[in-house]
C-alpha cells in the first residue's frame, strides 16, 4: 500500500484520534492507531474501548488498499514535527514497517498487529442527527458537572442524551443534584433514541468542538 497526504491534515487527524487511544492497557495493540485506507480517503481510529474518535484525510497517489495499525504517540508525534507539505507513506507486510517520506527524511515504524485489534472497527449501523456545536457544547457543560466520572454506576458517570422528533435532551445526575438541558434539533431524528454516554468521552467532544 502507498499513499500521500498534506502534512498538516494528517498531523490534526492523528492529534484529534489520540485523545481516545489508551495510555495504559493489558491490550497493547488499544495504544495504537488503526488505519483504513481506500482510493481516496485514510481513515482513522482511536479507542480505548470506552470511547473511540474517527476521523478521516483526503489522500492522493493511492496503491492498493487495506488496514494497517501504528503506535499512536510514535506517528503523531513524527507527523507533527515534520516541515514539509507533502507525506508519503508506504505499508510494506513483508517487512511489517511503514515507511515515511518527507523531503529528503526517511523513517521506518513497525507495525502493530491488525488482527489483535478490536473486531471489527468498521461502524455497522449509524443513525445521524443534526445539531449546532453551540448548543451541543452548551448542553455538555450544564450537565457534565452533575456526573460521578469514576463511579461503577453507569447512570452517574454518564449524560442521558434523548431524541424524540426534532427534540434533543441532556440529562445527568450525581444523586444529590439534577442538570437538564433541551433544545431543538436542526434534523429531526428518524426514531426515537435514548441512550448513556460517558462523560468522559462528552468531555474529549467538548474539548474537540472547544478548539
Not at 29 to 44: K, Q, T
Request: proline fraction near 4%.
Amino acid at each position: 500500500m502507498k499513499f500521500q497526504c498534506m502534512q498538516e491534515d494528517f498531523s490534526r487527524a492523528l492529534q484529534v484520534v489520540s485523545r481516545a487511544v489508551a495510555t495504559r492497557s493489558t491490550l497493547p495493540v488499544l495504544s495504537g492507531i488503526y488505519f483504513e485506507l481506500d482510493s481516496a480517503r485514510l481513515r482513522c481510529l482511536g479507542t480505548d474501548l470506552e470511547i473511540g474518535i474517527e476521523t478521516s484525510i483526503p489522500v492522493t497517489a493511492v496503491e492498493g488498499n487495506g488496514n494497517f495499525v501504528l503506535p499512536g504517540k510514535t506517528i503523531a508525534d513524527l507527523v507533527r514535527k515534520l516541515s514539509t507539505e507533502i507525506v508519503k507513506m508506504e505499508i510494506s507486510e513483508t517487512a511489517n514497517q511503514a515507511i515515511v517520506k518527507a523531503g529528503k527524511s526517511v523513517f521506518h515504524l513497525n507495525l502493530m498487529s491488525v488482527s489483535d485489534y478490536p473486531s471489527n472497527p468498521s461502524r455497522k449501523e449509524e443513525t445521524i442527527w443534526t445539531l449546532t456545536d453551540v448548543f451541543l457544547r452548551d448542553a455538555i457543560r450544564r450537565t457534565n458537572f452533575a456526573t460521578l466520572p469514576n463511579d461503577s454506576r453507569p447512570f452517574l458517570s454518564s449524560i442521558l442524551l434523548e431524541l424524540e422528533g426534532n427534540r434533543f435532551r441532556a440529562v445527568a445526575t450525581d444523586v444529590s443534584r439534577l442538570a437538564v438541558q433541551e433544545g431543538l434539533l436542526e434534523t429531526a431524528a428518524e426514531s426515537k433514541i435514548s441512550m448513556m454516554v460517558p462523560v468522559r468521552a462528552m468531555q474529549e467532544v467538548f474539548k474537540l468542538l472547544s478548539g
